[in-house]
Every structure is written in C-alpha cells, then in structure tokens.
C-alpha cells in the first residue's frame, strides 16, 4: 500500500508541477532515495508520466486560451510575465530541446514551455521527445545527486538527521529562487 501511495504522489506532484504548482517533484523524488533507491528510481517514471500529462494539458488549451493562460502563469509563484517571455524567446531562437535542457537548471519553470509549445503550435511528439529527455534527465540527475550526497554523509548521520538535511536544502533553495525571481 505506501508503495502505491508513494508512486500516486509521484503521479500527482508531476502532474501538478507541470500546469499550477510551483514546487518541482524532485523535491519528493529526492526524499525518496534516502529511504529507497529502487523505488525513486521507479518514482522518477511515475513522475514523468504525471509531468507529461500536465504538459499535455498546456500544450492543448494553450491556442485555445492563450490570454487567459498567461495571465494565470504569471499569477504562479516564481513566474513573472518576464521569465514567460524569456521562455518564448528561448523557444523562438534555439528550439525546444535546446530550450528545456537549458531551462531545466535556469529556474524557467517547464509549464513555460508547455505553454509557448502549445501557443507556437509545436507537433505533440516533438513536444513530448523534448519533455520527456528533459524531464527524466533533471529527475534522474537531482535523485542520483541526492544519493551520492547521502552516501557519503550516511557515515557521520543517521536517516532522520539525512532527512532533515534534506529538507533544509530545499528550504534553502527555495528562499533563493524565490528572492531571485520574485513570488
């Protein structure tokens, strides 16, 4: 049963990340691996499938509802009507995969993307091969350096102090991407 309800909270936090909420599920991905290898690993796929689908709903009511979905976006905390437009020009001038790679480590939320995708009227299975590089290789990379980061600090702390590290790391990000782009 905590096996379904972990890959359900994977599910929903990809989904949720990729269309309204603001805290990326490599949050949860990360927390997992200090529990569980296998089962973040496992994780990252659900996450992903979640990811897509919110990427997806974007992609398709984005031509429809474009004005109003902008000024939602940018009603999102993190998200300015700037880093909206940086994520426009960024598709506009190197092209989605270039734009997601880049964008996954700069702070440009991938809801961004999924939008301008939809709004630009990028082919679903381009748009989809793109998120799904882009999305698994930042969920992949923050779990395993999570991993590596535990294992060389599991000698000197327990899993709950591991755990607590954990989270004032996140904390810690995000007072800083909150104060370097705004709420």
């Known amino acids: ?13 990809g989904l949720a990340e990729a269309s309204f909420f603001f ?31 919110g990427g997806c709903v974007l ?22 009507n700037s880093l909206i437009e940086k994520s426009h020009d960024q598709l506009t001038e190197i092209g989605i995969f270039e734009a997601l ?21 990028y082919s679903l299975p ?10 698994i290789l930042r969920f992949a990379l923050v779990t395993f350096g999570t991993q590596l980061i535990a294992k060389l600090l599991s000698p000197c702390l327990k899993l709950k102090a591991l755990i607590i590290v954990h989270a004032i790391c996140w904390v810690a ?3 800083f991407y909150f104060y370097k782009v705004g709420l």
């Open 23 to 53: 805290i990326v599920p490599d949050v949860w991905l990360s927390s997992i691996v200090l529990k569980d290898k296998k089962e973040a690993y496992i994780n990252i796929t659900f996450a992903l499938i979640g990811a897509l689908l």
């Open 59 to 80: 992609f398709f009511t984005a031509p429809l509802y474009a004005q109003l979905l902008h000024g939602w976006l940018d009603y999102i905390p993190g998200i300015s």
């Open 101 to 121: 790679l880049s964008g996954m480590f700069a702070g440009i939320p991938y809801k961004l993307y999924a939008y301008w995708a939809g709004v630009m009227g």
């Open 126 to 135: 381009l748009f989809l091969l793109a998120s799904a590089i882009a999305r």
């Open 1 to 13: 049963m905590a096996v379904i309800k972990t890959r359900a909270i994977s599910f929903l936090w």
């Open 173 to 175: 990000f995000y007072i």
